[in-house]
């Protein structure tokens, strides 16, 4: 026989069975097959092997000194199959979660845990970061990003509108805890975020543009919250990842007379190909009912 060349597959575990039970009847019924069935296969498997594997006995079967070399091979050939397939079934519920770093520390990980209660047999992975991600390159299955539109190769559904909203700390107000859209970017510093939504804003107040690029710009909106809590300046972030300081009173929203166009909003998105799968369904319904 070639080297490159196997054996019958189907009589390799019709002989493994009645090995293992020494009797053509019982491996027919662990194998649900009949008997005359596995009787030929083990035949088939003998003649592609030039050797009998078995000598038959009225009161069953006994191996042969080929079956007998042939037997703790095939045991381990088919458990070194199994193994292989666990092991790929263990890595297809491993669900490898992307977005950005704000949301997954003000959002998401806070609610992580009723995930993992419910779906206690998917081990989930979070990729935090701001770039966008090439989902087969980097391994993603399912990811949250903000803004205004998505990649028309993917598919997406709208997890919560998110528009932003100036946040500082409340010593940083009037009494009436108001503040004066002339002091931004100098009595209030302008705190950015990658997004640069300073900049859109003195658009739509119709000011010199210029002028917001001034202050300090954060490459992640949690570390311009974070400065914003510290009396730092004023952030312009989306308002879903600050509502917890700002019900306590931990950071004000003062009114600066101009909002921007509400079209913004963390939208879930992952390949067409993987939107159904098992474990993107099951995080893309928990995230919903999170989202309410």
Request: proline share 7%; hydrophobic share 45%.
């Amino acid at each position: 026989m070639l080297a490159d060349r196997l054996p019958p597959l189907n009589g390799l575990r019709a002989f493994r069975a009645a090995a293992r039970h020494l009797s053509f009847r019982a491996a027919a019924e662990a194998l649900n097959v009949t008997q005359s069935a596995v009787a030929q296969q083990v035949r088939g498997l003998e003649q592609a092997l030039g050797a009998p594997l078995f000598e038959r006995h009225a009161r069953g079967l006994a191996l042969t000194p080929a079956g007998e070399t042939l037997l703790p091979s095939v045991e381990q050939a088919f458990r070194l199959i199994a193994d292989a397939a666990e092991r790929i079934v263990q890595q297809a519920e491993v669900l490898t979660v992307s977005a950005t770093p704000s949301f997954v520390s003000r959002w998401l990980v806070p609610r992580l845990d009723g995930f993992t209660r419910r779906h206690p047999g998917i081990d989930v992975r979070l990729s935090a970061s701001n770039d966008l991600v090439d989902f087969r390159r980097d391994g993603v299955d399912i990811a949250i990003r903000y803004g205004t539109g998505i990649d028309a190769g993917l598919a997406a559904q709208l997890l919560f509108p998110a528009d932003p909203v100036a946040v500082c700390a409340p010593a940083l107000c009037r009494a009436d805890g108001g503040l004066d859209p002339a002091d931004l970017g100098t009595r209030v510093p302008l705190l950015h975020d990658s997004h640069f939504l300073w900049g859109e804003w003195y658009r739509a107040a119709g000011r010199d543009e210029g002028e917001a690029r001034r202050g300090v710009r954060f490459s992640h909106t949690l570390h311009a919250i974070e400065a914003a809590l510290l009396g730092q300046g004023i952030a312009l972030v989306p308002r879903p990842l600050v509502e917890r300081e700002l019900r306590a009173g931990q950071l004000a929203a003062p009114s600066l007379g101009i909002t921007l166009p509400p079209a913004r909003g963390f939208h879930i998105v992952a390949p067409p190909e993987l939107w159904d799968s098992r474990k993107v369904a099951a995080m893309r319904l928990w995230l919903l009912s999170e989202a309410g």
